[in-house]
């Protein structure tokens, strides 16, 4: 099956930067958003992040444009009908992504066509369960920066036909150029299995007055040869996502290396969500 028209659900951090990524492999995308205030804000963050690869020498100009001219934003996700490939990144709440995989049930006309989410920790087979093709439902898991990292995880659930899992192994080393590893259906999947507790117990050590931020971070950029510490890391990703697949995982595993810091519930109480919002634990 060769995939050649897609969609995005979501035009935030990172279903922007997904966009961004079909766009630029030539994929036909359409991007669907909740409202009109959204899509500019998907639309700005889009344009902004291809300037930047082009001002870094890492594209064209005219390939630039042609990825905008490839993209189209909706916020009808009727206008979905034709799509063969969609991937859901709404934010990190289950209620809210498993209505869309319902939608997309309703909508996409194409049997063979292949329903993702870029969930970072749920459930993928509840996503699936919300369908009536839970066997064309998986995994496809990004990072951020999206257009900058090369890693896709594949996450196949337990009814995940692995004939749709190849197609999209297939299509992300190929087409996208990126590297897909395999993950199992379980929270964190590989990557934020290790990476929650982690960005967890550096919160933590914050909160204790143990270290300050900037020590912690120089602790590992200087010691381990991370491109940036956790704390700065944490803000990258999103306070809110990062508290939401602690939460998620917590629920499933009540492992304590993922109990949710306060200082983290705190931060998103009040609507300190890292580099997206200006401000996390630093400012910017
Ligand atoms: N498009 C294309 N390339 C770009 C780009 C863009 N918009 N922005 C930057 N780049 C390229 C640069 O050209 C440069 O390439 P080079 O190394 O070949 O010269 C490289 O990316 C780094 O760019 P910069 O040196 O300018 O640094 P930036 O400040 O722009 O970005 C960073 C730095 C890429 C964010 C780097 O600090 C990094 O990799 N940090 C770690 C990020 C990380 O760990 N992400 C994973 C988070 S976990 C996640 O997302 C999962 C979720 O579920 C929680």
Known sequence: MSI??????????????????????GQDVIVSEVGEEAVAA???RIGKSLDKAVAKGKLSAEDRDAALGRLRFTTDIGDLADRQ???EAASENEDVKKAIFADLDRVVTDAHAILASNTSSMPIIRFAQATSRPERVLG???FNPAPVQPLVEIVSSVLTDPDVSRTMTGFVAEVLGKTPIQAGDRPGFIVNALLIPY?????RMLE?????????????????????????LADLVGLDTC????????????????????LLSRMVDAGLLGVKSGRGFYEY
């Open 42 to 44: 998907g639309r700005a």
């Open 243 to 262: 508290l939401f697949a602690a939460e998620s995982m917590y629920a499933e595993t009540g492992d304590p290396a993922v109990k949710p810091p306060v």
């Open 85 to 87: 490939l969609v991937i």
């Open 140 to 142: 496809v898991h990004f």
């Open 208 to 232: 204790s007055g143990f270290a300050t931020k900037e020590d912690i971070d120089a602790g590992m950029v200087g010691g381990c040869a991370h491109p940036m510490g956790p704390i700065a």
């Open 199 to 203: 960005l967890c117990s550096a919160m």
């Open 4 to 25: 050649e028209r897609s969609a995005v659900i979501g035009g935030g951090l990172m279903g922007a930067g997904i966009a961004e990524v079909l766009a630029k492999a």
